[in-house]
């Protein structure tokens, strides 16, 4: 019996239809949906995209900043790329949290395809205006990123080209009237070059989430509460009694090295997993 979440469509002005998009610059038509349906609902949502290239430094910033977010109670938004976008996804289910992904390709058939997307099919929710089976196409992203801005409150920009999809998320969340973010970087560092572009332009630094939290819902003024330390994630729940490698735990979890990587560092500087001598990692 095939248990995968089913593809479910959503159309405007239904009971899970997303108010947000409603303001938006060319509304879309509908939506499909696969997982958590609820995660439409009104919430506090921060959109972190970035580059598919990243630096380990870009990487674990994602993961950090998705996983503090989680935590205080805001849904993750991203398109699922790989690298930043990958590594914000699984930061945000690292603690627990919630998150979106946003396709250019059908919920049945989401690009790139593997493990990362169906645990957030389960976990979370895989979003698009394309129905089921469209393939990914280049002239898909663009629009799909107007989506990303549309049911976010902010976009979080971290390590991006000087020519980069992050750029025109970024731009739709201005003309959109949402806040736009970045994470400043290496100034000799090619994937630095758009998010110092963003911060010339206006756009708000950030070091910390706190400072984000801050600037898009008020000192002190959650959206919602923060949330208590969970212990349910797969890579946390291998982690039990137990003192692992990366690949020790690609493998008990079935998931690439690279993922299991890059929620590891963001666990790490959450202090919830700590790493030893020999790169083996144990609960913090």
């Known amino acids: ?3 995968r979440p089913r593809s479910l469509y ?8 997303p108010v947000e998009l409603e303001r938006i610059d060319v509304p879309p038509e509908g939506l499909w949906t696969r997982g958590r349906i ?9 959109a972190i995209v970035g580059t598919r290239a990243p630096t380990p430094y870009g990487e674990a910033q994602a993961a950090r900043f998705a996983a ?15 690298g930043v976008d990958c590594a914000a996804h699984g930061g945000a289910l690292g603690v627990g949290g919630d998150t979106v992904a ?34 990914p196409r280049p002239h898909h992203f663009p629009l799909r990123n107007r989506l990303i801005a549309g049911l976010s409150d902010a976009v979080l920009v971290i ?62 003024a959650r959206a919602a509460p923060e949330r208590a330390p969970l212990l349910d994630s797969p890579l946390l729940l291998a982690l ?19 993922q ?14 700590a790493r030893g001598p020999g790169g083996l990692f144990r609960l913090g």
């Open 1 to 3: 019996m095939d248990e």
């Open 10 to 17: 959503v159309e405007p002005g239904g009971p899970s239809w």
């Open 38 to 46: 609820e995660l439409l609902a009104p919430r506090p949502r921060v």
């Open 68 to 82: 503090a977010l989680a935590r205080a109670g805001v849904v993750v938004v991203s398109g699922l790329a790989r």
């Open 102 to 135: 946003v396709l250019g390709c059908g919920v049945d058939r989401p690009w790139p395809s593997g493990p990362p997307a169906e645990e957030i099919a389960r976990r979370g929710l895989l979003l698009s205006e394309l129905a089921p089976g469209t393939p």
């Open 159 to 220: 390590e991006a080209a000087a020519r980069s999809g992050s750029l025109i998320t970024a731009r739709w969340a201005l003309d959109q009237g949402r806040g736009v973010l970045a994470l400043p970087g290496r100034v000799d560092h090619p994937m630095s070059r758009g998010t110092h572009r963003l911060l010339r332009e206006g756009a708000d630094l950030v070091e910390d989430p706190e400072e984000l939290l801050d600037l898009v819902y008020g000192r002190g």
């Open 240 to 258: 039990r009694g137990e003192t692992l490698s990366a690949d020790e735990l690609a493998a008990r979890l079935e998931r690439p090295v690279s």
């Open 260 to 273: 299991v990587l890059v929620e590891l560092v963001g666990l790490e500087l959450d202090g919830r997993v």
